[in-house]
Nanobody, 127 residues
Framework: QVQLVESGGGLVQAGGSLRLSCAAS????????MGWFRQAPGKEREFVAG????????TYANSVKGRFAISRDNAKNTVSLQMNSLKPEDTAVYYC????????????????????WGQGTQVTVSS
């Protein structure tokens, strides 16, 4: 079992920055692919960014590429999402997700692939 707790959400003006963090506990963090998803009111949950456990390979949704950066610290069992140049359309609840993935460069991009989820943190970007 893996427990995930997100933090760092809040209210920010368009063009501003926020850094989300996700603390993991319960299992060997370094064997898990990690991802960030978001869900806006009335919309489906969508992939934002993912990172492998070993190689540090990353992947991003086109809508955030060049503005967001995902990183992880396996020693501290944390994964972060640095969000820059925020737009009102980035407003959503952001979720951290984890899935066991033994491949060194393994990435997950679909919600159904992730077994563990955090409770979410609200990000609101005002125009």
């Amino acid at each position: 079992q893996v427990q995930l707790v997100e933090s760092g959400g809040g209210l920010v003006q368009a063009g501003g920055s926020l850094r989300l963090s996700c603390a993991a506990s319960g299992r060997t963090f370094s064997n898990y692919a990690m991802g960030w998803f978001r869900q806006a009111p009335g919309k489906e949950r969508e992939f934002v960014a993912g990172i492998s456990w070993g190689s540090g390979s990353t992947t991003y949704a086109n809508s955030v590429k060049g503005r967001f950066a995902i990183s992880r610290d396996n020693a501290k069992n944390t994964v972060s999402l640095q969000m820059n140049s925020l737009k009102p359309e980035d407003t959503a609840v952001y979720y951290c997700a984890a899935d066991y993935c033994s491949g060194y460069g393994c990435l997950r991009i679909s919600a159904w692939q992730y077994e563990y989820w955090g409770q979410g943190t609200q990000v609101t970007v005002s125009s």
